[in-house]
């Protein structure tokens, strides 16, 4: 006996610390890919400077980045499924490091808005084939510990910009956006490709020690299809657009908003401007909302994590609309709302793993994602709310309304619907 449990504590050791170096690999690749998104705020401007276009038609390309990186998450986690754990990672990353280097690559070169949209086009689909695969493999690592994994890989891609904020600034008032966009696109896409071989997904049986969740899990694996049938999985859709849609319009409109509230080059702190401090904690906080309410909801419940998340959310708009003209204020208030925004995407994955199960998990949580693309296309009426009202204000009582809506639809309809779906 004691030979066998010897043996069943170095099977659980050596699986731990393999799936700890996949998921150390997913955050690494989640880092790298982290400036299609987040960094695109300290592109908008220059474009504009440069070409004359407008911010609405500017701000599209990012709509068209966030619809391919999430609409076409579907297939890729399909892929991923189908291929295997040995196979269907590698080879799914691999091709996400080579098309995100081309899409950036492709708006180094962009003269016309024909080429700016066809390079979010590629970088989109290369960005949703990493993401979808990253976090497919989290949730399938840590069965135990599925919040904080997803957190803790989401937030690579929430925080990966914060380490590159200061170098893409500096390239692009040194060298020109156009220099940044090829050299940081052709960096990051390299390196992706190469951690891509070091990428598996767990062996039947692997996972034997593994301690048991402190929340309800599905112990039935649902196809794609069934999940689609499913009123949990459209609530959580629609619960997730709102967010969503709230946390894009600051986060995509952040270069702006601090331009027209005359805060954005204010020098404030070591010869930072607001601008670029705000960027900064910002894209730390984002980051770091991920693990910290995932390893709450891994032990409090995913919807009482929504609830907390999405309350003070809210108040963080109306804080930032309402008082964030000072230099200082901006910077505190768009930092809360990134920490109370970012965790959507390590409860909304977790959330939909625990009640469909793991074996379609990479394809399941993938058609969930699809809500942030419906979500970017409200991205520009931000825009045009904000010219037909003269000011930001009314966009920030928007999203705040949104957010609380969530909250009670968390408590009220998906706490009690996902039960009664768990129980059969």
């Known amino acids: 006996m004691a030979t066998v449990s010897t043996t069943a504590d170095t099977q659980a050791t050596a699986s731990s610390a393999t799936r700890w170096t996949q998921l150390i690999l997913c955050i690494a690749c989640m880092i790298l890919i982290a400036n299609l ?78 080429m700016l949209y066809l390079g979010a086009v590629i970088g989109g689909t290369g960005g949703g084939a990493v993401y979808a695969t990253c976090v497919g493999q989290a949730v399938k690592w840590f069965p135990d510990r599925r919040g904080l994994a997803v957190g803790l890989t989401a937030a690579g891609y929430g925080a990966g910009t914060a380490l590159t904020v200061i170098p893409i600034i500096t390239v692009i008032n040194s060298a020109g956006y156009q220099a940044a966009f090829f050299w940081f696109g052709l960096v990051q896409g390299g390196l992706v490709f190469v951690l891509a071989w070091f990428l598996r997904g767990p062996e039947p049986g692997e ?48 270069a702006p908003i601090a331009k027209d509230f005359d805060v954005g080059s204010v020098v404030i702190l070591f010869g930072l401007t607001t601008l670029s401090l705000a960027g900064i904690v910002d894209n730390i906080c984002n980051g770091g909302a991920r693990p910290l309410f995932g390893w709450i909801s891994d032990h409090i419940g995913r919807e009482y994590t929504m609830a907390i998340a999405f309350g003070l959310g809210g108040v963080s708009y109306w804080l930032l609309g309402t008082l964030g003209h000072a230099p200082w204020a901006f910077v505190v208030f768009a930092a809360l709302i990134f920490l109370t925004w970012g965790e959507i995407f390590s409860l909304f994955p977790s959330t939909c793993t625990d009640t469909f199960g793991t074996k379609f998990a990479t394809t399941n949580l993938s058609l969930l994602y699809t809500a942030k693309g419906a979500s970017a296309f409200l991205v520009p009426v931000a825009n045009l709310v904000k010219s037909a009202t003269g000011g930001w204000h009314m966009v920030f009582v928007v999203t705040a309304i949104m957010n609380f809506i969530v909250v009670a639809l968390a408590l009220f309809a998906l706490k009690p619907l996902r039960q009664k779906f768990m129980r059969g």
Do not use: C
Request: charged letters at 5%; proline letters at 5%.
């Open 37 to 114: 998104q987040y960094g695109w705020t300290f592109f908008v401007n220059p474009i504009n400077k440069a070409h004359g276009w407008s911010l609405a038609q500017i701000q599209f390309a990012f709509s068209v980045f966030i619809a391919l990186e999430t609409w076409m998450t579907p297939i890729w986690g399909w892929i991923v499924d189908s291929l295997g754990g040995r196979l269907g990672p590698k080879l799914m990353i691999a091709f996400g490091g080579i098309t995100v280097a081309l899409g950036w690559i492709i708006n180094s070169r962009a003269e016309s808005l024909e």
């Open 207 to 254: 996972m034997v020690g593994i301690a048991a969740p402190k929340v309800a899990q599905s112990t039935h694996s649902y196809t794609p299809l069934q999940v689609l049938s499913t009123p949990v999985f459209w609530l959580l859709y629609i619960m997730f657009i709102m967010v969503s849609a709230s946390g894009l319009m600051a986060t995509a409109q952040l």
